[in-house]
């Protein structure tokens, strides 16, 4: 069960939840997140950590040309796309950074998959093929980092059903329900941020200690009635 801890701030978290075993850590540069990380902050958690966490930069409708240029000059080893960028802007970033991995993030809500389906499609045609899918909830206004639950059921019982790359589960997972969550939807990843915190941006590292130990305990178990 591959793992990200988002919104990361500063390098002793950082380097803390790498040594509690999280597989990749997050680092936002939209600016109107509590979790917004500047440049330099982002290279000194980038330089702090081992080279087998994945360092995963958020962005929300930033340019191709901005999001490369973040990229080079802190070291990130994935992009993940979580505004409303398009088809194009998601191929150019693709061909921009062809040796770092692609996340699509999409928020899903009462309309189901097929809009995420059609624009899965829309960014093959232009190139722009994802290496995993994120998966939020949809909450009006927002772009992520809100709680709120995405539709567990949805997931689950349409994901398989269309050539959508990997899914790494994310919205509203706790330690409390994150269990529930993997066997369920039985997602390739899953991604937290709002729930191992003690304040907005602030990471409780034994709750993050403790969502490492749900998630990966219940990989690969039958959900509970």
């Known amino acids: 069960m591959w793992v990200k801890i988002c919104g990361i701030r500063d390098v002793e978290t950082a380097i803390q939840i790498a040594k509690a075993g999280a597989d990749a850590v997050g680092l936002n540069f939209y600016t109107k997140s509590v979790r ?25 409708n930033s340019s191709a040309a901005e999001i490369e240029d ?13 505004g409303d ?3 194009e802007v998601v191929a150019e970033v693709r061909q921009l950074l062809p040796e770092i ?8 809500g009462s309309e189901g998959l097929a809009p995420l389906v059609e624009h899965c499609v829309d960014c093959r045609q232009h190139g722009g093929v994802w290496d995993a899918c994120l998966v939020d909830a949809r909450v009006e206004g927002n772009y992520g980092g809100t709680g709120a639950t995405a539709p567990w059921e949805l997931l689950a019982g349409e994901w398989s059903l269309h050539a959508l790359p990997p899914l790494i589960l994310a919205g509203g997972l706790t330690v409390e329900n994150v269990a529930q969550a993997v066997c369920k939807v039985h997602p390739w990843g899953i991604d937290v941020a709002t729930g191992v915190e003690s304040s ?3 990471k409780n590292l034994e709750l993050v ?12 178990t039958a959900c509970r009635p």
Do not use: Y
Not at 43 to 59: D, M, Q, T
Not at 70 to 82: E, S, Y
Not at 209 to 220: I, N
């Open 36 to 60: 917004f990380v500047t440049r330099q902050t982002a290279r000194n958690i980038v330089s702090a950590l081992p080279a087998e966490v994945a360092k995963v930069g958020v962005f929300v």
């Open 200 to 202: 907005p941006g602030a």
């Open 101 to 108: 991995r692609l996340i699509r993030a999409w928020r899903v």
């Open 85 to 87: 960028e398009s088809a």
């Open 70 to 82: 973040v990229a080079r000059a802190t070291g990130l080893t994935a992009v993940q796309l979580h």
């Open 209 to 220: 200690r403790q969502f490492l130990e749900q998630a990966r305990a219940a990989e690969g």
